[in-house]
């Protein structure tokens, strides 16, 4: 059982970063693939960054290459996103989850997720 607690969004302006952080309770966090999905309204939910249970393998989708960073701190048990020069479409709700085997794009193969964190961002 691994539970999930995303901080750090806010209402920030077009061009500015923002830094995302996912805790998760329990002694196994680095037995589990993490990865970072949004949501905006009216639109499914959208796969932003995963990462490998030991850090040392990242994914992204083409459109968010070069902006967005996943990393880990397996002794501190949580994971981040950095959010680089944001757009207004970048305005959802932000969600990091977990998986026991290895980072997917598809939300139906994790197991947990967290409450997520709402970022706005305003032209």
């Known amino acids: 059982q691994v539970q999930l607690v995303e901080s750090g969004g806010g209402l920030v302006q077009a061009g500015d970063s923002l830094r995302l952080s996912c805790a998760a309770s329990g002694r196994t966090f680095s037995s589990y693939a993490m990865g970072w999905f949004r949501q905006a309204p009216g639109k499914e939910r959208e796969f932003v960054a995963g990462i490998s249970e030991n850090g040392g393998l990242t994914y992204y989708p083409d459109s968010m290459k070069g902006r967005f960073t996943i990393s880990r701190d397996n002794a501190k048990n949580t994971v981040s996103l950095q959010m680089n020069s944001l757009k207004p479409e970048d305005t959802a709700v932000y969600y990091c989850?977990?998986?026991?085997?290895?980072?997917?794009?598809?939300?139906?193969?994790?197991?947990?997720w967290g409450q997520g964190t709402q970022v706005t961002v305003s032209s």
């Open positions: 989850a977990a998986r026991p085997k290895g980072v997917s794009s598809e939300p139906p193969q994790y197991d947990y």
